[in-house]
T-cell receptor, first 113, second 114 residues
Framework: DSGVTQTPKHLITATGQRVTLRCSPR?????VYWYQQSLDQGLQFLIQ???????AKGNILERFSAQQFPDLHSELNLSSLELGDSALYFC????????????FGPGTRLLVL | GDSVTQMEGPVTLSEEAFLTINCTYT??????LFWYVQYPGEGLQLLLK?????DKGSNKGFEATYRKETTSFHLEKGSVQVSDSAVYFC?????????????FGKGTKLTVNP
């Protein structure tokens, strides 16, 4: 158990819908990262937050957005969903910007029908 | 840009066989290097890491050495077990660029048969 929790574990929805994925980092960790794992793209970095502020963006679509709240949990919002958004979404956390080891949650499996 | 290339799988071995999974990288400066493992139906777990040239990371019988001259970080284990069956990802964190994002290879699926 990494100490990172993600909910829900599975999500099935339809095209055009909007979903929210939630992540609670390990106790004391300030950085949260979101990654997408798909068969064709592999593991791709989406976005990073550090202590409530956006720190870096990767290959994140404009239909996707995220935020980190004062209690340090984070949410990833996916809207206008398409079939191609079906993937495993991972959250990871680390203590600070210099602590490079990231601890991963179990992931949320999203299926868009 | 920064990238990681690892050997294509799948790799199938018998129990107690020797394992090597090749990993090479391209990065500006001197990145930190990682091996993560993903067991079926689970998230990624850190297996080992190395943060500077010639460092050797090791854990659970697995080893990898940071080779700056060949830009490589090959994963090895002397005697694999059935329980080592998983997908292995080589990854780096660039030293430059202002982010600590992980850049992953495509993963190598290992199956160990009894």
């Amino acid at each position: 158990d990494s100490g990172v929790t993600q909910t829900p574990k599975h999500l099935i929805t339809a095209t055009g819908q909007r979903v929210t994925l939630r992540c609670s980092p390990r106790s004391g960790d300030l950085s949260v990262y979101w990654y997408q794992q798909s068969l064709d793209q592999g593991l791709q970095f989406l976005i990073q937050y550090y202590n409530g502020e956006e720190r870096a963006k990767g290959n994140i679509l404009e239909r996707f957005s995220a935020q980190q709240f004062p209690d340090l949990h984070s949410e990833l919002n996916l809207s206008s969903l398409e079939l191609g958004d079906s993937a495993l979404y991972f959250c990871a956390s680390s203590y600070d910007r210099s602590q490079e080891t990231q601890y991963f949650g179990p992931g949320t499996r999203l299926l868009v029908l | 840009g920064d990238s990681v290339t690892q050997m294509e799988g799948p790799v199938t071995l018998s129990e107690e066989a020797f394992l090597t999974i090749n990993c090479t990288y391209t990065a500006t400066g001197y990145p930190s290097l990682f091996w993560y493992v993903q067991y079926p139906g689970e998230g990624l777990q850190l297996l080992l890491k190395a943060t500077k040239a010639d460092d050797k990371g090791s854990n659970k019988g697995f080893e990898a050495t940071y080779r700056k001259e060949t830009t490589s970080f090959h994963l090895e284990k002397g005697s694999v077990q059935v329980s080592d069956s998983a997908v292995y990802f080589c990854a780096l964190v660039p030293r430059q660029g202002g982010s600590e994002k992980l850049v992953f290879g495509k993963g190598t699926k290992l199956t160990v048969n009894p």
